[in-house]
């Protein structure tokens, strides 16, 4: 099982963007990755997910803002978030699922999180 850890996260004035980043201890080339968040009294939540072929999967809250992309070499996914809105703070967290023929599963291996805050 590949240990994670997110950064980048902060404190963002709305309209402004953060970029997460989610570091594996080994390869994630072989694991479908995911970001999801959790808000205060919510569930988590599936923000976007990028399976082993490439192909990238989009909330619609977020569609058209927040971008996921991965680099094997560095054991490494990202999120670059766009114009972040009153409705994104939550702490992020990343995930190294499974490849179900092209189809991401979150698994129980996630990392600790990264809080992320817009101000008004």
């Known amino acids: 099982q590949v240990q994670l850890e997110e950064s980048g996260g902060g404190l963002v004035q709305p309209g402004g963007s953060l970029n997460l980043s989610c570091v594996g201890s080994?390869?994630?080339?072989?694991?479908?990755m995911g970001w999801h968040r959790q808000a205060p009294g919510k569930e988590r939540e599936l923000v976007a997910d990028i399976n082993t072929m490439n192909i990238k999967k989009y909330a619609d809250s977020v569609k058209g803002r927040f971008t996921i992309s991965k680099d094997n070499a560095k054991n490494t996914v990202y999120l670059q978030m766009n114009s972040l809105q009153p409705e994104d703070p939550a702490v992020y967290y990343c995930?190294?699922?499974?490849?179900?023929?092209?189809?991401?599963?979150?698994?129980?291996?996630w990392g600790q999180g990264t809080q992320v805050t817009v101000s008004s």
């Open positions: 080994g390869s994630i080339k072989i694991y479908g």
């Open positions: 995930n190294a699922g499974y490849d179900y023929g092209g189809v991401v599963r979150p698994s129980s291996n």
